[in-house]
């Protein structure tokens, strides 16, 4: 079964950085799209960052510029780097994997951005 942990979150500052981390298991993050989305308090879920084989990879507008997103074949994770964080980036992010059409997610990793 396909299994999604993200990690990684926690409080930070404005200004700030985190690296969010998604370890997978019984799927290869280098050969299916992989993205990370986030949901804030009393928001819709939004897409933040995706990547995929062989293509570019793509940023809502409101985080190009500041998050890189990245994978790691060897050790099969997927990453979000996050630098000069604000209020608004305040939320759960969560894994999403793209497999044949079907949708997985991971449970999600708490960021706060606050002084």
């Known amino acids: 079964q396909v299994r999604l942990v993200e990690s990684g979150g926690g409080l930070v500052q404005p200004g700030g950085s985190l690296r969010l981390s998604c370890a997978a298991s019984r799927l290869l993050v280098i050969l299916h799209p992989m993205s990370w989305y986030r949901q804030a308090p009393g928001k819709e879920r939004e897409l933040v960052a995706t990547i995929a084989r062989d293509s570019l990879p793509n940023y809502a507008d409101s985080v190009k510029g500041r998050f890189t997103i990245s994978t790691d074949g060897e050790k099969n994770t997927m990453y979000l780097q996050m630098n000069n964080l604000n209020s608004e980036d305040t939320g759960v992010y969560y894994c999403?994997?793209?497999?044949?059409?079907?949708?997985?997610w991971g449970q999600g990793t708490q960021v706060t951005v606050s002084s």
């Open positions: 999403h994997a793209l497999i044949r059409d079907n949708d997985y």
